[in-house]
């Protein structure tokens, strides 16, 4: 049992520990969070402030015509209202962080410095209509999502000592992938409470 707690605590600290050369302009803004946790970041928040119909960019692509792609048919045939949504869509992506010094050495300004709106949360983007100004910005969709990836960073567990205390008793014998699921989900339990 003891041994098992040991394997238990090297996993939960290799999940949450925050890595110093990450998600800066030294390390190329490499992300610091896998991309598959990011995407479930992402579209957790898109399921609760974005409609269906615009779920589809709620994915940190930064393959360019992969971004591309996913932008065009979420948006055509008109059936995503982009310029209601896209400001709900960028506040996912940044998860409330300006990531706009990446944006900049990825050269969205040159572009228009309007592109810049992208990279951070919560910025006005049309009424009734995208603003022009912002409609050539999404030819970068790709950058301004590898920008907002590269910001994310793993929140720090407050009471990691009631986890651990609550899940070393009930610790499986095998660690399967369906344990590590349910041990991430209770971590997010017990961080989102505290």
Not at 53 to 61: N, S, V
Not at 87 to 93: D, E, K, L, Q, R
Not at 105 to 130: D, H, N, V
Not at 139 to 144: M, N, T
Request: charged content about 20%; some cysteine; hydrophobic content about 35%.
């Amino acid at each position: 049992m003891l041994l098992q707690l040991n394997i238990f605590l090297i996993f939960i600290s290799t999940i949450f520990a925050q890595a110093d050369d990450c998600g800066t302009a030294k390390t190329d803004w490499k992300p610091c969070i896998d991309r598959r946790i990011a995407d479930m970041v992402f579209g957790s928040c898109c399921d609760r402030f974005v409609p269906p119909e615009c779920r589809g960019i709620c994915t940190y692509e930064s393959h360019p015509i992969e971004a591309r792609v996913l932008l065009m048919h979420t948006i055509q045939p008109s059936r995503c209202r982009l310029y209601k949504y896209l400001p709900a869509i960028v506040h996912c992506a940044a998860q409330t962080h300006d990531n706009t010094v990446c944006c900049k050495e990825m050269g969205l300004q040159e572009i228009g410095q309007s592109c810049l709106e992208l990279c951070r949360s919560q910025r006005i983007m049309g009424t009734k209509s995208l603003r022009k100004d912002l409609v050539q910005c999404l030819s970068k969709w790709d950058q301004v999502m590898f920008c907002h990836q590269s910001g994310l960073r793993a929140r720090k567990i407050k009471n990691a000592a009631a986890v651990l205390a609550t899940y070393s008793t009930t610790l499986p014998t095998t660690i399967t992938s369906n344990n590590i699921l349910s041990i991430k989900r209770a971590v997010n339990n017990e961080t989102n409470i505290k």
